[in-house]
């Protein structure tokens, strides 16, 4: 059974700094690319990062770029997002997607779990 599960939100305060993991099992987690969405209260998903098979290629949404780092445990089949400098406006529940083409990123993407709820206030 392919399974993702997000871990690592909670209340931080602005400026501050979170770590979210999302564990994966059920798939060979190195043949696919991985990418981090949010979503905000009351709006649609957005896209915030994405990762090659390797872990030598990422890729930022420019609200996050220089603030967050994307990376991957090829053995223990984790994918992280670094935050910091973290605002009210990354407030998002955060979930880890595959790529439905594993090596090929065309940004087709199966979600599981429920996400991280990432609040950042003061």
């Known amino acids: 059974q392919v399974q993702l599960v997000e871990s690592g939100g909670g209340l931080v305060q602005p400026g501050g700094s979170l770590r979210l993991s999302c564990a994966a099992s059920?798939?060979?987690?190195?043949?696919?690319?991985m990418y981090w969405v949010r979503q905000a209260p009351g709006e649609g998903l957005e896209w915030v990062s994405a990762?090659?098979?390797?872990?030598?290629?990422?890729y930022y949404a420019d609200s996050v770029k220089g603030r967050f780092t994307i990376s991957r445990d090829k053995d223990k089949s984790r994918l992280y997002l670094q935050m910091s400098s973290l605002s009210p406006e990354d407030t998002a529940r955060y979930f880890c997607?595959?790529?439905?083409?594993?090596?090929?990123?065309?940004?087709?993407?199966?979600?599981w779990g429920k996400g991280t709820l990432v609040t950042v206030s003061s």
């Open positions: 997607v595959r790529e439905v083409a594993g090596t090929v990123p065309y940004y087709a993407m199966d979600f």
């Open positions: 990762i090659n098979t390797r872990g030598g290629v990422t």
């Open positions: 059920g798939f060979t987690f190195n043949n696919y690319w």
